[in-house]
Structures are given as C-alpha cells and as structure tokens.
C-alpha cells in the first residue's frame, strides 16, 4: 500500500480519521474536489474544487487587516499560543548534531526525533510546545529567488505535543487552535480557510493530515502521527504526535500581500538594497508578474512543474512584453531576492558552527554563497554591495527573534569576507576557462554534467557563464543534480559481528566505575572460537570513540583487542595455548595500566585542545574526528584556513594554561533531553550518542562533551600538551597531532638531543646553535659559488680534451659518452655546454647517477644537431632506462631507473648518432 492507497483508506472514514469538532461547529462541508478528487473542507457552498486549483487571492488584497512583517507574524504566534499553555521553545541549530543521517535541520520536527537502534523515537523538551525553527532545505535552489516562494532558509513554527502525555491533546483541539491561530491571531476570516484531506509517512511512523490553506497559499499542515510500523503492518502508537509545521513567511506574506514573500520576510534588507543598486520599482508591474508565476509555476495537480524560463516567455507575451524587457525589469529583483535568502542562510548556518566547503553539507553553503557572489558580479553590484553588510542588515533585524545571532555576528562576517576574497582570486583562472570555452564552441552543446563538472573541478557557477554570456540559462536541474552528488553518506563500518553473544547479559564496565581499577576478578560467560572471550565484568576498555582498547593478561594470556558489540565487551586473546579460560570460571584480569595511564591522558587532552581551539580560533570550531594513542593524540577540527605557526601557538599555551590551573574532570550521566537543554548541542563534539542517557565529561565549564573514553580526575595530572604538528587535511579540516603527559616529555628530550647532535656536528654549543646553522649554511653557499667559478676556468682545456676523446663517425658527428656517479649535472651541463661550442661537430652525452636513478643530459653542437636532435638520443635512452625525456634540438634531458641498462643505452646512444 503506497501514499495513495493511504490516503484513499483514511479518506474512506472521515469521520474517524479527519472529522474534527470544529467542522461540526462551524458547519465546514466535506467536498470532493472536481479537478482531482481530493477531499476538502469548507465553509463555501460554491466551492467545488480544491485550493491546488487555486490562484493566489492575497496579493495585493491580503484577507485581513493585520499587517505583520516577519518578525511581528512570529510574535503574534508567540502570543496566541503562550496565551494557550504553549511553552515556547528556543529554535535548535540549523546544524542537525543529533541526527547521522541529516546534514541539516530539515523540519521541525527533526528537532524532537532521536534515533535509537533502527527506531525514531520523539523527545519533546515540553508538552505542548511550540518552536520557531530555522530549516535548511537545498533541493530547490533554482527557484529561491524567482518564484516568490522558494527559500533555502525558511521558518518553520512547530507545534508539537505528544497527546498521551500530560499536557497534550490530539486532533480536535490542534485544529481548533490553528483556526483560533489563524482567525484571532492573522485576522483571516473562517470562509477564507479551507483544510484539505492527506496522509504523511515519515520513518517508521506516519498518520493523517490536515493542510490549511487561504486563498490559494498553504500556510500550515496538522499531521497526527497515530501509527508505528509500515502501511502494511502498523498499530497504534502509545505515544500519539501532533506535529503541526507552518510557514512563518506564509504567515506574514498573507497579512502583507506583497507581490513576493520576499518582500515581507526580509526585513529591511530587500528595501535597502533595491535603494543601494538603484532598482526600479514599479509595485503594479511586479504584482502582475509574481502573481502570474505563483500561479503557473509548479501547478501540483499538473504533475510536472515547468521552468520558470518557459513560464516567463509566457509571461512576458501576456503583458505585452518581449522577454527582453521582461528579464530587464525582473532580473534586479530575482537578484535581490536570491542574495536575501541566501545569506540569511549562511547567518544562520555558520553562527550554528557550519563552514562553506567543498565537503559534506558546507558543499551547499559555499554554493550558495557562490551564487550570490556571482550573481553581484553579473549585475555590476559587487562595488556597491559586500556579503558580509548584508549580512549585518540581517542581524540588525532578525536579533528581535533570534538574539544568539548577535553573539555570532563577527564570525559571520569573517567567514563570509574569507570566502568572497577566496572567490575572487579565483575569478582569475575561472576568466581564463570561460575564454578558452568562449572561442572553444563547445559552449553551446554545454550538458548539465558538463556545468557539473565545471562547477567541481573549477568553482565555475552556472551563473557566471551566464554573466560571460556563455550559456543562456541555468539549467533546472543543476543544482538538484549537484547536491544529489552531495548528499549525506552515511557511513558504517562495523565489522563483522561475532556470533553467540546475543543472548548475553550486558558486561558491567568496572572502568567506569573507578578508572585506577587494573586488577579484577570476574566470571567467564562465552568463549568463542577459543580466542573471544565474555566476562561479566571487566575493567578493560573496549576499543571506541577514537580511544585505543586496553591491553593485558587474562589469567595470564595476553588480551590483544577489547571491543564492545552492543552491551556486551568482547576480549580476544592470543597465545593461550591450552591455558584458555572454559565458561564458568573465574578469572583474575590485569589491564596495562601504564598504558592506560598514556591513553587516558592523550584523550582528556584531546578535549582541553578542542576547546582551546575554539576559544583560539572561532565558534566554527568542532572535533571533527579524534584518536588517542599511548604515545600520541589527533584531533581533527573544523577550521577554513591552515593554522599560522602563532595560531598553534595560542592554542598551545591555552591548553597548558588549563592544565596549569588543574581543573577538575567532572563526569555524571545525564537523560539526554537535559543534557541538550543545560549545555547545547555542543556536547556532541564527538558525534551522536545513540542512547537515551549521556555521559557528560565537564572539564570545569572549559569543555563539555558527551564521551565515553577514560579520563583523568583534573587536568593538572596531563601536566603538559605540545602540538607537533598541524596540517590542513582537506577543506574545511585541519589535524593537529600532539603528545601529552610522559609522552610529551619523550618527545621534547627528543628534540633536545637531536638539537645537540646538530651543534656538536657543527662544533657548536646549544646555545649557539642557530648561529653555528646559518654561518655554515652561509659557508656551504660561498663553496659552491668557488666551485662555479673553477668549473668556468677548467670548463675550456677539459671540453677541449672532450673534443679529441669523442668518437669520430661516419655520420660526422663526434660522439663523446660518460657514465658518471661522482659528479653533478651541474658539472655536466657545464662542460657539455662549453665542449658543443668548441667543437660544432660534437654530441655530448652523460648518464648522471642519481639516487635510485639516472639522470639524461644530452648537448648537440650546431653541426651535430642538423644530423640528429638532443631532444631525440634524450628521449630514445631515457626510454632505455625505463624512463623518459626530451627537450629541443640543442639540449635535452630526461631520466630512467633501470640501472642495469647503462651498457645498452650507452650503444643506442652510438647507434642513434650513427
Ligand atoms: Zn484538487
Ligand atoms: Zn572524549
């Protein structure tokens, strides 16, 4: 049974499934619709089709005397449903941390689903609740801008309770708020509403649902999600959701009727830059044509939605205009529009702690970002408008709602500015490309996986071939093809499950417990294929979250791998012989507890480097992956730019001033929900915990984190932290490997005695290392430079005695062959230089011993290379040495690695010359 079946089941009994109170109140009709037979309720007699039909009503003649820009629709919101026992909930990030398999937070909802296991399970922080959630969508970007309606970053008002818990409600009275919602808090008259009947089916649950619309515009859908389990095997749910998500730029676009959304949900930044760029405005026109867009585009009963390029010829004919002058007038504002959304995305997005990048779900910020670069440069704006101010306006208006904005505003503006001055210098090579396509033709039979690869192996946007006048249009499908290229893969690399422990009761994890705990006792539950081994206890730590397993001895056979498979910790041994524990037994276990000791420290400084990272850098740091090791630590961070040796610096010297102050490592398990609320999503630093407690790490305030490694009990115990290296591993990543505790101290006694050996070589003293280093680079300098100007004095009676060695041919070229594994090829070019110009007749030609390899260096005098070019004996022997060469007619060069072939290259060389 698909979505329509559904629908045809539930619309089979209305008055179980859609049949709320308020229709019998009010006196709403079930009606069918005439054009596609979906089910509607209405207050209209006449009414005989269904609001998909219908033209959008409000422009220019909004249904109620309320005028609410966007900030001022939230607060009627607010108002209406705190005034009705809603808590009104913060908006989570825009950054979806809690859920694996979604870069983004895509739908209200998304903010209370959690998934455990295979199952998605709801977690609602109050009951009811209603939450004014930013959402990130990116699967329709071409339309953001053009149709009125589109955006990439739009706000979802959810209200959402469980109805079986207390505090909640189920669907008379959800409809009956929304109506309250609609009627009292927009000002829309009961006849302008209408609800339509339809089904929604999400992971593993899905219900009914009533769409209300007004006019013609959806502005909001009451899904009641009553069953768990598929369409063909489903039950009611214990705990029933009401998960109702409205548009809040429906909501105002409705009271404002203003030609486009846009024009309402913005603020002031739309106004400010149609003044800024000098844009016409002609209020009457621009109603005209968005209303015939809203109208034609993406006509849902139609099936498939036409481009809005084939809408606009259309358009443009209706009124009397070429397409032409339709695009002159249309395109300032389409511009205008799709920088608004996109950089109210990108607010949002990089104050949340997401980068633009070529990676994961930054791939769609730095396209999007992009385009609104491009699209300034095309018009001619990029003088007068800069990302970042754009920005600034947004901020300016939206802090109103969302105040943590504000705390975000600098980083905001420094990754926007980094990202525009990275753009433009690659406008350089991305001019280059587009001539060589310009005078190249191929431009005209572009394909959308041409642009694609364009756009990955360039940066060049669809939007800036069309500023060059390359291609006419973006191609619909380009930016839905792009991020299908990008979208999340989630990976699993689970190993193959040992089988046999199913039934097993979870292990009770004694490092948990008491971390000094190396000694224990324990019964054997499993043993299997003679080297895994179940206890019921153990203190040994499994292998998990970038921490390295313990290792040890288990009555005296050695333990060589600890991991987890589901509750249950899992021992391999090795070399036990016939010493192996049987089932039952006890055992005695030890744990390497120096070992521990070493891992231990790497990971709690780990945590310490992440935040002091953070605090160094910017808010866009995350731990983007971690290993910790007995004898060194990684951590992978989010970060735009590879680090300056000073960044490293102060990140360093923070690090040691935490460990200095000796904080304590506070750890206490937490439900989940809590955690989230008392300290962010911040603490998912290490990924998702899957379970519905948390382990919460609290080094002091400084760094919080939900994690499951082994600790120390205050950071002084680390005692020192050196970062040894750091390099940026691709874009958007940087990993910083450091040493911590004993094994910094090693590294650093390595370095000092590799410091000695190095003045003692230069017969030196530590202190004056540095010194001794540059005057004997200095001195090494002065040698060569003598070593030149002897070469220049001898060059002239060696080459001459060049001249009398070489072979005389037949050919009448001069043949002179050296195979040569003392001197440089700066020797060589030299005399064989000098030696072509005394004796025009002569082929000069040396194998230079390199390394693992040869070097080809061939000269031919004037005479020589008429008969036969440098170029050709470098190629043809370097080929002999299983290599290649080449080069002009007086000097070629190459190489091989087949020493052994020196004879017979050397023979090819005469017969060559011959
Ligand atoms: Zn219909
Ligand atoms: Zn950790």
């Not at 409809?175 to 009961?190: E, S, Y």
């Not at 010829?313 to 397409?323: C, D, P, R, T, V």
């Not at 587009?434 to 996986?449: F, G, I, W």
């Not at 030299?830 to 390199?850: F, M």
Request: net charge neutral.
């Amino acid at each position: 049974m698909g979505k329509k079946e559904l629908a045809a089941l539930f619309s089979s009994n209305p008055d179980r499934y859609y049949k709320v109170s308020l229709f019998d109140k009010m006196g709403f009709m079930r009606k069918k619709c005439n054009r596609c037979e979906k089910f509607f309720w209405t207050l209209d007699i006449a009414r005989d089709f269904c609001p998909d039909h219908e033209n959008y009503g409000f422009i220019g003649k909004p249904p109620t005397n309320k005028r609410l820009d966007y900030v001022n629709a939230w607060k009627e919101t607010e108002k209406f449903f705190r005034a009705n026992d809603h808590k009104i909930v913060r908006r989570y990030p825009v950054v979806c941390r809690w859920r694996e398999d979604l870069y983004f937070t895509i739908a209200s909802i998304v903010d209370f689903q959690r998934v455990i296991g295979n199952q998605v399970v709801f977690e609602l922080p109050a009951n009811p609740l209603v939450v004014p959630q930013m959402c990130l969508r990116f699967n329709d970007i071409e339309n953001v801008g053009l149709s009125g309606r589109h955006y990439t970053g739009f706000c979802m008002i959810g209200q959402t309770c469980n109805a079986d818990a207390p505090g909640g409600y189920w669907k008379d009275k959800c409809i009956d708020l929304d109506f309250g919602m609609l009627t009292k808090g927009l000002g829309i008259k009961a006849e302008d509403i209408t609800f339509v009947e339809d089904v929604w089916m999400g992971a593993g649950a899905f219900g009914y649902s009533l769409e209300y619309f007004v006019r013609g515009l959806e502005l909001g859908n009451a899904v009641f999600t009553e069953f768990e389990g598929n369409e063909n095997d489903y039950r009611v749910m214990p705990n029933k959701i009401i998960d109702m998500g409205a548009g809040l730029e429906r909501f105002s676009w409705i009271t404002m009727g203003t030609p486009t959304s846009y024009d309402c949900c913005f603020g002031p930044v739309v106004g400010k830059l149609v003044d800024m760029t000098g844009t016409d405005t002609d209020q009457e026109l621009l109603t005209k044509y968005f209303e015939s867009v809203s109208l034609k585009l993406d006509n849902k009963t139609g099936g498939s939605s036409s481009s809005i390029r084939d809408l606009k010829l259309l358009i443009a004919k209706e009124m009397n205009f070429s397409e032409e002058q339709l695009s002159a007038f249309v395109a300032p504002f389409e511009a205008i529009y799709t920088i608004s959304d996109h950089i109210r995305t990108l607010v949002f997005a990089i104050s949340d702690g997401a980068l633009p990048s070529n990676v994961g779900g930054g791939y769609n910020l730095r396209v999007i970002l992009r385009r609104a670069l491009s699209i300034l440069e095309r018009l001619g704006w990029k003088n007068i408008i800069r990302v970042e101010d754009i920005a600034e306006l947004h901020i300016d208006y939206l802090r109103q709602m969302y105040p943590e904005l504000e705390d975000h505003r600098q980083d905001v503006k420094t990754i926007l500015q980094l990202e525009a001055s990275r753009y433009s210098s690659s406008r350089e090579r991305m001019n280059s490309v587009a001539m060589s396509l310009k005078s190249s033709k191929k431009a005209k039979e572009l394909t959308v996986d041409d642009l694609i690869r364009l756009y990955e192996s360039d940066g060049i946007t669809p939007d800036f071939l069309m500023e060059q006048g390359i291609v006419q249009n973006v191609p619909s499908t380009f930016y839905t093809k792009l991020a299908e290229l990008h979208t999340s893969q989630v990976s699993s690399q689970s190993s193959k499950p040992i089988p046999g422990l199913e039934d097993l009761p979870p292990t009770k994890l004694l490092y948990y417990q008491d971390g000094s705990i190396h000694h224990f006792h324990a019964k054997v539950l499993k043993v299997v294929e003679g080297k895994y081994i179940v206890l019921d206890q153990t203190a040994f730590y499994p292998r998990g979250g970038g921490q390295e397993p313990d290792t040890g001895e288990i009555e005296g056979v050695k333990v060589v791998e600890v991991t987890k498979q589901a509750d249950v910790v899992v021992h391999k041994i090795e070399g036990g012989g016939g010493r192996i524990p049987a089932e039952e037994q006890t055992v005695h276990g030890t744990v390497n507890g120096r070992r521990r000791d070493l891992i231990t420290k790497h990971h709690t400084a780990t945590h310490v480097l992440n935040s002091a990272s953070r605090n160094a850098l910017g808010s866009w740091v995350w731990q983007n992956s971690a290993f910790k090791e007995e004898t060194y630590g990684r951590l992978d961070i989010t970060h735009h730019s590879t680090l300056t040796r000073e960044e490293v610096k102060k990140i360093e010297r923070m690090a040691n001033w935490v460990i200095r102050e000796n904080h304590p490592v506070i750890i206490k398990t937490y439900d989940r929900g809590d955690a989230e609320q008392q300290f962010s999503f911040r603490i998912y630093q290490g990924g998702i915990v899957p379970t519905s407690n948390v382990r919460i790490v609290n080094i002091n305030g400084w760094d919080i984190e939900a994690c499951g490694g082994t600790h120390v009990k205050s950071t002084g115990e680390i005692g020192l932290v050196k970062i040894v290296k750091s390099e940026r591993i691709q874009d958007g990543v940087v990993r910083l490997e450091f040493v911590a505790g004993e094994a910094a101290v090693s590294y650093m006694q390595q370095l000092d005695s590799q410091l000695a050996s190095i003045a003692q070589a230069l017969g030196s003293s530590r202190e004056k290392v540095v010194e001794s280093f540059d005057k004997a680079v200095q001195d090494a300098e002065a040698t060569k430079k003598k070593l030149r100007a002897m070469l220049r004095v001898v060059s002239v009676p060696i080459a001459k005695s060049i001249s009398e060695q070489a072979k005389k041919l037949d050919s009448g070229i001069h043949l002179y062959t050296t195979y040569d594994e003392e001197l440089d090829d700066d020797y060589h070019i030299a005399i064989g230089e000098k030696a072509i110009e005394l004796d025009k007749h002569l082929v000069y030609l040396a194998l230079v011993s390199k390394g693992q390899g040869i070097r080809v260096i061939v000269f031919a005098g004037e005479a020589a290379c008429k008969k036969v070019k440098a170029s050709a004996i470098a190629k043809q022997v370097s080929g002999k040495l299983g290599g290649s060469g080449g080069g002009d007619n007086r000097f070629g060069q190459g190489g091989g690695k087949s020493k052994d072939r020196i004879r017979e290259a050397l023979l090819l060389a005469e017969e060559v010359a011959r």
